[in-house]
């Protein structure tokens, strides 16, 4: 998503009951138009859980300029998609937005 000249990648990561938790992510935007993302989730051993799946949106902050409607190649935990970069209240050509239960590996969706 860019916003006034800043962009950031907004991922949705699942966790699968109470014993996990987002535990963070490494970014890598070296070699743009591909920004590769390794996203982890924490699980806590020898503890009772609750079987109830739950989610966490996340927003990171990107370093390197993001073209409003161009399109860029994420990969997320070794899942490749490409995406078109999208500007509140600006509408693309043909916007190629994440559809609700299309993932990458790894339980993610993202939208530049």
């Known amino acids: 998503m860019v916003s006034g000249g800043s962009a950031e990648l907004v991922i949705v990561t699942g966790q699968p009951s109470a014993c996990y938790e987002f535990g963070g992510y490494e970014l890598d935007e070296s070699s743009m138009p591909r920004i590769v993302l390794e996203v982890f989730n924490t699980k806590y051993t020898n503890v ?65």
Do not use: F, H
């Not at 994420?74 to 509408?91: F, L, T, Y």
């Not at 190629?96 to 993932?103: C, E, H, I, M, Q």
């Open 48 to 112: 009772a859980c609750a079987q109830v799946y739950s989610s966490t949106e996340t927003r990171i902050p990107l370093e390197q300029t993001i073209e409003p409607c161009k399109d860029y190649t994420v990969e997320i935990n070794g899942g490749e998609r490409r995406m078109q970069a999208v500007e509140q209240g600006k509408r693309c050509g043909s916007t190629r937005a994440v559809k609700p239960g299309s993932t990458p590996r790894a339980s993610t969706e993202s939208r530049v």
